[in-house]
């Protein structure tokens, strides 16, 4: 009994270890399928050959490359025997102002039964101008070209038909989802979607669902399919559903009212859209996870009645290791809710009447529980501020997740620890300890208030309250000792670590270091519901100090980490602007100070800001940050040829071409003018006005009009737009090729071996500006 009492806190240590640990693991495959997988079964290794195949260079669209890997990707799919076309459509996103040709990669395996189909898709484009797309979606093009061999050497042929779509221009507007939904026979008779994404390189893959109504049909399907690594949750689902989406899947929701399930990893954030998201750079195990959702799910819904999956109801659910998907309706969030907080005061009562808890030392119970709160988020919010002042070069990755990011996760997550012990060790007394839990707990059932009304895919959380609950139960009535209570209620503490830990991660991750704060405030939250465990530490000082030591490790070894190298590259951007009207030329970059690269373009002493403020934005909203002038260069520019131009009552509608005379890879139609809209017309696609307006679109004075993708050297841009009469129409043309480092024109060193072309901005490109007044 005394060796018990002496490692009784050791073992609970190790127990929360073992589960945060586990919490992580248990998301994902951690090896991968190999050349020795029966052949009736996914082999990520078989799958990696297409890969290597897809991604030997950027192919975006307009390049030989998006050419050659389309070629390849139909060859493959004739090659299993799948009916396969090329669907070529002039798509337009008004959401986006962008538009293209696109052209789709349809193939269809027939089913038994004439009902609804079940659609695969990803999208082959990459995005512009220097990625290499292996993640993001070569590994959904692998996905489902290796899941589609595996399926067919079964010999067996489904129920349902099977729709394979590979789109295009996915990376410019959603392009060709838009053109497949909105112009192609096959779209309506798709049934449910199942789309295959990334938004890094690594990862567990995240199932999100995409629908118009409720979740709950598609949550019972999606579990009778029994995925082996499931990871979701209705805390997500509720956050993506008020969030301005920007997948191919949101296109089948918005223009087709079809459901849908993304796929996706997001993990190596960094590597998102830029050349390190390579064949070499991808996580296999990630890969893997891929692909144990497709295979029992192209099984399932091969085969299941898609034409009764819509619904009104909604479910709360998540992932737990094993078991996998728990669900239950919305409905029964504010029961839930009731039951706890009258459990709750009753056990208040029920625990003052008893002389167990204590109504002065409740309220006392507030302060170490605060103070940790508000210690911890004023560390994450401001020493975060500070770092990017003490490492600017952070600035330079526009996702806002750095290479070394998941150390500053990991510092500033044991730096709460600390904090947390520290705040609350002279707390920690057994007339005391009990009261100490009121105060997380009340602050539990204040989230699960909120989330009621206003995140309701937030429910789940109600199990913290449950455990808060049971902890507060066990040491009211138990008269155990309090090292049995400690084991036990660690036990009982796996499932919320197994819920909430990768949470801490998943904040940071996939919105940017700067919400660290939610992290650190998720910690706290936890940390309180444990303090029946922690407060029987012996050395829980001694342990906050440990914490704090750690962290301080980890923010150091975070700093070395914290330049560039060959495997780290530095992003960073140039491009020529040549004004044909002006006779004029600058160089300009997106970055906020010169490096061995720019240098050659900028000098010594660049000028601070941008010459022109209606040049390309990212879309993280990051601006020209230093110009210096350039010599004139014979750039050929667009002419812009009037067909029409004709007033009829109080309309106007000009009719007019915009006809490159170089490579171009886009053109972009700046208003330097508010402008109304009563008509636009871009390639024969026309757009629609919303109900109950007279404009089709209104764009306030240097705002973009439109952004159209070239595909080929004889490709031109015909407008047609209405406006009234006595409203002006004044244009900027921006044209930009991506050909900068190659162009005869220029002599360039190339950058070094630790460097690398800066994301989400026009970049290593030739923009050429012209007016357009068309007055």
């Known amino acids: 009994m005394i060796l018990k009492k002496k490692y009784t806190s050791t073992v609970s240590f190790l127990i929360i270890v073992t589960a945060i640990y586990f919490s992580f693991s248990s998301l994902m495959p951690q090896k991968i399928s190999d050349y020795s997988t029966p052949l009736t079964e996914f082999s990520t ?56 040709n696109t052209q789709n990669i349809l193939a269809r395996i027939k089913g038994t039964d004439n009902s609804k189909a079940l659609l695969l898709l990803t999208h082959y484009d ?91 049909n598609l949550i019972r399907n999606f579990s009778k399919a029994n995925p082996k690594f499931p990871v979701g949750n209705s805390f997500l689902y509720s956050i993506y559903k008020m969030l301005p989406n920007d997948t191919d899947l949101t296109i089948f929701r918005e223009d087709g009212d079809i459901d849908g399930f993304n796929f996706a990893f997001f993990s190596d954030h960094f590597d998102y859209h830029t050349a390190q998201d390579s064949y070499d750079r991808l996580d296999r195990n990630s890969l893997e996870h891929q692909a ?16 009764n999956l819509k619904s009104d109801t909604d479910f709360i659910y998540f992932n737990l290791p094993i078991i996998g998907m728990v669900y239950y309706p919305f409905s029964l969030i504010i029961p839930f809710l009731i039951i706890a907080i009258l459990l709750f005061f009753g056990s208040i009562f029920y625990g003052v009447k008893k002389h167990k808890l204590n109504v002065k030392y409740i309220f006392i119970g507030f302060v170490p529980f605060i103070v940790s709160l508000l210690l911890s988020g004023i ?117 919320i670590f197994l819920i909430f830990v990768p949470l801490i991660q998943l904040f940071p991750v996939g919105l940017g270091l700067k919400a660290l704060i939610g992290s650190t405030t998720l910690i706290v939250l936890l940390f309180g519901l444990l303090i029946p465990v922690f407060s029987i530490y012996k050395n829980s000082k001694s342990l906050g100090k440990l914490f704090l030591v750690l962290s301080v490790i980890i923010f150091i070894s975070a700093s070395f980490k914290s330049s560039y190298n060959i495997d780290r590259k530095m992003p960073n951007s140039i491009i020529y602007l040549l004004d044909v009207d002006k006779n004029n030329a600058y160089w300009a970059s997106y970055d906020a100070k010169i490096d061995e690269f720019t240098k050659q373009f900028l000098g010594e002493n660049p000028i601070e800001g941008s010459i022109d403020s209606s040049i390309s934005k990212s879309k993280y909203y990051s601006t020209v940050k230093l110009h210096q002038t350039a010599a004139v260069q014979n750039i050929a520019h667009p002419e812009v040829n009037i067909i029409s131009d004709t007033t009829i009552y109080d309309d106007r509608t000009v009719h007019f071409i915009i006809e490159p005379k170089r490579k171009a890879n886009r053109i972009e139609l700046i208003t330097n003018k508010k402008i109304q809209l009563k008509t636009f017309k871009v390639n024969g696609v026309s757009l629609s006005a ?23 050297n004889q490709e031109i841009l015909e407008i047609e737009l209405s406006i009234s009469k006595n409203d002006p129409i004044d244009l900027t043309i921006y044209e930009a090729s991506y050909d900068l480092l190659t162009n005869p024109n ?18 290593d490109a030739i923009v050429v500006k012209k007016q357009v007044n068309l007055n």
């Open 126 to 216: 990459s995005q512009p101008h220097s990625s290499l797309g292996a993640s993001d979606a070569g590994s959904g093009v692998v996905t489902i070209l290796e899941g589609l061999r595996a399926y067919l050497a079964t010999n067996k042929q489904p129920k349902n038909d099977i729709i394979i779509l590979f789109s295009d221009a996915e990376e410019l507007g959603l392009l060709g989802a838009r053109a497949f939904v909105n112009n192609h026979l096959w779209a309506k008779d798709v049934g449910l979607v199942l789309n295959f994404e990334a938004r890094g390189s690594g990862g567990p893959s995240s199932m999100l669902i995409e629908t118009n109504g409720g979740n709950k």
């Open 379 to 495: 560390l994450a919010y401001f020493g975060w501020k500070l770092l990017l002042k003490i490492h600017p070069q952070y600035n330079d990755i526009l996702q806002g997740f750095m290479y070394n990011g998941y150390l500053y996760i990991a510092a500033f997550s044991t730096i709460t620890i600390a904090i947390s012990f520290l705040v609350y060790h002279k707390y920690f007394k057994d007339t005391f300890t009990i009261n100490l839990i009121i105060a997380p707990i009340c602050f539990w059932i204040l989230i699960n208030i909120v989330a009621a009304i206003f995140l309701k895919g937030a429910g789940y959380f109600i199990i913290a309250v449950l455990y808060g609950l049971i902890s507060l139960t066990i040491l009211i009535v138990s008269k155990k000792s309090v090292q049995y209570k400690q084991i036990l209620l660690t036990i009982l503490s796996i499932p």
């Open 292 to 307: 144990s959702y497709l295979m029992p799910l192209l099984n399932y819904f091969g085969d299941a009645d898609l034409a």
């Open 690 to 712: 919303k109900k109950g307006s007279d404009y089709v679109l209104t764009r306030d004075k240097n705002k973009t009009l439109l952004q159209y993708y070239l595909i080929d």
């Open 746 to 763: 220029f002599s360039i060193t190339p950058r070094n071996k630790i460097m690398m072309p800066k994301p989400f901005v026009v970049n």
């Open 45 to 100: 290794e078989r799958a990696l050959i297409h890969l290597e195949e897809i991604t030997k260079k950027p192919h975006f669209v307009g390049t030989n490359e998006h050419e050659k890997v389309q070629f390849y990707i139909v060859k493959q799919l004739l090659e299993l025997g799948i009916e396969t076309e090329v669907q070529d459509q002039v798509a337009f996103n008004k959401n986006w102002l962008a538009g293209a």
